[in-house]
């Protein structure tokens, strides 16, 4: 079993920043892809970014390219999303997911990964 907590979210204002922090306990950090979602009131949950065990491969959404980096600390079991220049349309649910995968690919699709925090709640107001 993997436990994951998020942490940092909170209400900013349009062109803000905020760094989201994901702890996990459990089984070995390492053994895990990470991945973050948001769910926005009303819509689907969707695919923000990845990360692979070895932090060698990221990948982002369109919406977030250029203005989020995914990052993680194997040795503080933690994954992180540092969210820049930030959009009234990044208001959501933010999610992060461990997929027990050690190759170099990341996945979007929510059904690969296999454990789930129960989400941090980010606000950009306008």
């Known amino acids: 079993q993997v436990q994951l907590v998020e942490s940092g979210g909170g209400l900013v204002q349009t062109g803000g920043s905020l760094r989201l922090s994901c702890a996990s306990s459990g089984r070995t950090f390492s053994d895990y892809a990470m991945g973050w979602f948001r769910q926005a009131p009303g819509k689907e949950r969707e695919f923000v970014a990845a990360?692979?065990?070895?932090?060698?491969?990221?990948y982002y959404t369109d919406s977030v390219k250029g203005r989020f980096t995914i990052s993680r600390d194997n040795a503080k079991n933690s994954v992180y999303l540092q969210m820049n220049s930030l959009k009234p349309e990044d208001t959501a649910v933010y999610y992060c997911a461990a997929d027990w995968y050690k190759g170099d690919a990341v996945k979007i699709g929510e059904s690969f990964y296999d454990y789930w925090g129960q989400g941090t709640q980010v606000t950009v107001s306008s």
């Open positions: 990360i692979s065990w070895s932090a060698r491969t990221t």
